[in-house]
């Protein structure tokens, strides 16, 4: 599968999307970021597997922590049937860092679009 323009966009966007949505709490907005079975996993933690419990973990969130995802360094490049992607994180809360590190990704487009099939989240 080759990649277009487009698609390179879109996929960014996904980012971007789930970015606001984590911050601003918004658990089914971010679970709509995956398939339906989607996971979410972060380095020496266990993985987050289904819609059901992306948006538990988002609501299990402290609504008010202020923190912001911040992501650069895009590489997408074409991976089977859908696209992988590499960028970096910082996690901010006002000025303070309150993490770095890279996601690495698979996803798929199906009919409403890009949208992760697993996030791998690699803090430093």
């Given at each position: 599968m080759s990649l277009s323009a487009g698609d390179r966009i879109a996929i960014v966007e996904l980012v971007s999307t789930y970015n606001h949505a984590i911050d601003g709490h918004e658990a089914d907005a971010w679970a709509d970021t995956f398939v339906a079975d989607g996971v979410f996993e972060v380095t020496g933690r266990?993985?987050?597997?289904?819609r059901a419990a992306l948006v538990r973990m988002v609501e299990?969130?402290?609504?008010g922590s202020g923190v912001r995802h911040w992501?650069?360094?895009?590489?997408?490049?074409?991976?089977?049937?859908?696209a992988s992607l590499r960028c970096d994180l910082a996690l901010l809360r006002g000025a303070a860092v309150l993490?770095?590190?890279r996601y690495e990704?698979?996803?798929?487009?199906?009919?409403?679009?890009?949208?992760?099939?697993?996030?791998?989240?690699?803090?430093?």
């Open positions: 266990d993985p987050v597997e289904g299990g969130q402290d609504a992501t650069t360094n895009f590489v997408v490049e074409p991976e089977g049937e859908g993490l770095t590190g990704d698979s996803l798929v487009r199906g009919e409403d679009g890009w949208r992760f099939v697993r996030r791998r989240c690699l803090p430093d």
